[in-house]
């Protein structure tokens, strides 16, 4: 098998912390600010980063996020978010150009600074999405476009910094986009033989095998509204 030669910089490292921005709601980190100079990543992302719920967000299979700053382009061009707006917008951990959703594939490993990290999902976009964004279409958008980002587990630990390289260092499932797996896993579109695939695939995060598990017998139902609309008491 041909591995491409894949490899981008840091644009931008970004870190939150635990806040209550809307009333009446629980806290978040989804707004993240720019950091300087080398950060420590352990087995749980960021030393310097929080989030607010870790049953949702975080633990070792989410424990950084990266998104694909090509897409904001897009996103301005159909007027979805602000012409002003900056990456982290999207609440994520890392920025660059030039590796998105199709160019990577679901348990790719990849050298970020001096870490090594592994693809393990896209991203389940929520309600607080769109509150973040101003635009409450957003976490749906999101899951129409497939332009969701993805998070990395960490295989060893190490540090990242803007201007820092990423390399893809192993493709190990090069049938398996992040689009891919992240559209099926969304929209529930998958035929019951991939969705046994996916669910033994030991590279994917629990949750989403756990979830494919339920498909491999056509099974395409799912109630989202929590995740899209509601606000968790």
Known sequence: MTQPDLSTRITGVFHGAVRTPWED???SAIHKSP???PQTIDFDG???DAQADPTVHGGVDKAIHHYASDHYRLWKNEAEISHTATPASFGENIASFG???DTLCIGDILRLGTATVQISQGRQPCW???LYTGN??????FQKTGRTGWYYRVLEPGTAQTEGEIRLIERRHPDWSVRRVTQARLTRKILPEQASVLADMSDLAAGWRSAFAGMTG???SENTSARLNAVPS
């Open 25 to 27: 709601k629980p806290p």
């Open 35 to 37: 950091v300087t100079g």
């Open 46 to 48: 960021f030393t310097g």
């Open 99 to 101: 590796m998105t959703e």
């Open 128 to 130: 607080k999405l769109g």
């Open 136 to 141: 409450k279409r957003m976490p749906y958008l």
């Open 218 to 220: 056509g099974n395409s």
